[in-house]
């Protein structure tokens, strides 16, 4: 059931939410990226997600007062850069909705109904120093010679996405701080206790919902062309999968000239399974093009043997997600990325020409691998 699903992995998502909202005259961001189920401190915590997290992604999230004016500063590590690092400011909050404006590709674009993007800025744009450190503003009046991102005088989301292909690369350092004014801010817990009982129902319902609605609806074994990120700076696909036994997913896509391109299955509510221990995700740097330099990969219970496999974690059905990011001079045209999606038995996949495959010592010594990686993504935060 989507609702008690939500109820065990949605909460801790909205509490992180709530404290955001409410320390809002003085921001702190909480970063995050691994949503799996875990031990910590002797503590059991379910898995926790929506809207199929990007694992390549390291983001970092909070909400500021859109009436007010903030500095933020950071440092990326020059001899180890990353795919794309992307900052974003948006009208509203996933909590506090403001409408995002009709237009006639609603329906096809992923973020419409969320909140109002008013501004993008990425690495391209950075004024990166030496020592890899950089400074903008958001908010208030711009400063000359220091680039700016605008806001509107309602609560507003800012975030950062840092793209990564290699996940041994660091997580970049990061800070905001308020300009305009000093705010002493006390954490009451009863208040965003009552916060999030309050908003809990509405976002049950919304991100249930979501999948239904995700670029306009993806029908059982059907497929969504890439539909362009509110800002232009990506592209995002989708396919949705039902497979009988003995058969696979496949589908076939090209990274075009995205400095990023990754794909990765979550469950039917869009809540990924434990990327680390698992193939459930794959990134252009992790997977092995085809001999006419296309991707396909294949979506199956059982290892086929293709070194593009995602493994479904024992689910026969479920939502896969593309991405295309980071293109020189911004996203202009989807032509190209994606070729093809089809369902076939494992035993034509084995007959599959051009498509690279694997024993089953390096898909053992690749999980291994996969396993330090991952988890080493934080060590240095």
Same mark, same amino acid.
Request: hydrophobic letters at 40%; a negative charge.
């Given at each position: 059931?989507?609702?008690?699903?939500?109820?065990?992995?949605?909460?801790?998502?909205?509490?992180?939410?709530?404290?955001?909202?409410?320390?809002?005259?003085?921001?702190?961001?909480?970063?995050?990226?691994?949503?799996?189920?875990?031990?910590?401190?002797?503590?059991?915590?379910?898995?926790?997600?929506?809207?199929?997290?990007?694992?390549?992604?390291?983001?970092?999230?909070?909400?500021?007062?859109?009436?007010?004016?903030?500095?933020?500063?950071?440092?990326?590590?020059?001899?180890?850069?990353?795919?794309?690092?992307?900052?974003?400011?948006?009208?509203?909050?996933?909590?506090?909705?403001?409408?995002?404006?009709?237009?006639?590709?609603?329906?096809?674009?992923?973020?419409? $109904?969320?909140?109002?993007?008013? @501004?993008?800025?990425?690495?391209?744009?950075?004024? !990166? +120093? #030496? &020592?890899?450190?950089?400074? *903008?503003?958001?908010?208030?009046?711009?400063?000359?010679?220091?680039?700016?991102?605008?806001?509107?005088?309602?609560?507003?989301?800012?975030?950062?996405?840092?793209?990564?292909?290699?996940?041994?690369?660091?997580?970049?350092?990061?800070?905001?701080?308020?300009?305009?004014?000093?705010?002493?801010?006390?954490?009451?817990?009863?208040?965003?206790?009552?916060?999030?009982?309050?908003?809990?129902?509405?976002?049950?319902?919304?991100?249930?919902?979501?999948?239904?609605?995700?670029?306009?609806?993806?029908?059982?074994?059907?497929?969504?062309?890439?539909?362009?990120?509110?800002?232009?700076?990506?592209?995002?696909?989708?396919?949705?999968?039902?497979?009988?036994?003995?058969?696979?997913?496949?589908?076939?896509?090209?990274? $075009?000239?995205?400095?990023?391109? @990754?794909?990765?299955?979550?469950?039917?509510?869009? !809540? +990924? #399974? &434990?990327?680390?221990?698992? *193939?459930?995700?794959?990134?252009?740097?992790?997977?092995?093009?085809?001999?006419?330099?296309?991707?396909?990969?294949?979506?199956?219970?059982?290892?086929?043997?293709?070194?593009?496999?995602?493994?479904?974690?024992?689910?026969?059905?479920?939502?896969?997600?593309?991405?295309?990011?980071?293109?020189?001079?911004?996203?202009?045209?989807?032509?190209?990325?994606?070729?093809?999606?089809?369902?076939?038995?494992?035993?034509?996949?084995?007959?599959?020409?051009?498509?690279?495959?694997?024993?089953?010592?390096?898909?053992?010594?690749?999980?291994?691998?996969?396993?330090?990686?991952?988890?080493?993504?934080?060590?240095?935060?």
């Amino acid at each position: 059931d989507a609702n008690f699903l939500w109820n065990l992995t949605g909460r801790a998502g909205l509490i992180f939410d709530e404290i955001n909202y409410a320390r809002r005259d003085d921001p702190q961001f909480v970063l995050g990226s691994d949503t799996a189920p875990r031990r910590w401190f002797g503590h059991t915590f379910a898995g926790n997600g929506k809207a199929g997290d990007n694992p390549d992604a390291i983001y970092r999230s909070t909400v500021i007062d859109g009436a007010g004016r903030y500095e933020v500063t950071g440092q990326v590590d020059p001899a180890r850069p990353s795919a794309q690092l992307l900052f974003s400011v948006f009208a509203g909050t996933m909590t506090h909705p403001v409408k995002a404006k009709e237009t006639e590709d609603t329906k096809s674009n992923p973020d419409a $109904g969320i909140f109002r993007n008013l @501004g993008n800025l990425d690495d391209t744009q950075l004024p !990166i +120093a #030496p &020592d890899g450190s950089f400074r *903008f503003l958001i908010g208030g009046e711009p400063e000359a010679g220091v680039l700016h991102l605008p806001t509107e005088p309602v609560p507003c989301s800012f975030g950062c996405r840092q793209m990564l292909l290699d996940w041994d690369t660091p997580p970049l350092r990061l800070e905001i701080r308020r300009l305009d004014k000093q705010v002493a801010v006390t954490d009451d817990v009863a208040a965003i206790k009552q916060a999030v009982l309050a908003d809990l129902p509405g976002v049950i319902g919304f991100w249930s919902n979501y999948p239904d609605v995700w670029l306009g609806g993806v029908k059982t074994n059907e497929w969504a062309p890439p539909g362009a990120r509110d800002g232009g700076w990506g592209f995002i696909g989708g396919v949705n999968f039902r497979l009988e036994p003995g058969e696979a997913a496949v589908v076939t896509i090209h990274p $075009g000239t995205a400095a990023y391109m @990754g794909f990765q299955i979550t469950d039917c509510w869009m !809540i +990924a #399974p &434990d990327h680390g221990r698992n *193939f459930t995700c794959l990134n252009r740097e992790q997977s092995v093009a085809d001999a006419d330099g296309r991707y396909t990969y294949v979506i199956s219970l059982v290892d086929p043997g293709t070194a593009n496999w995602l493994d479904t974690c024992g689910m026969n059905e479920g939502m896969g997600l593309m991405r295309w990011q980071g293109f020189p001079g911004g996203a202009s045209s989807n032509e190209g990325l994606f070729h093809d999606f089809r369902i076939m038995s494992l035993s034509d996949v084995a007959q599959l020409a051009g498509v690279a495959r694997v024993t089953p010592e390096q898909r053992s010594r690749s999980i291994a691998a996969r396993k330090v990686s991952f988890f080493s993504r934080f060590s240095a935060v």
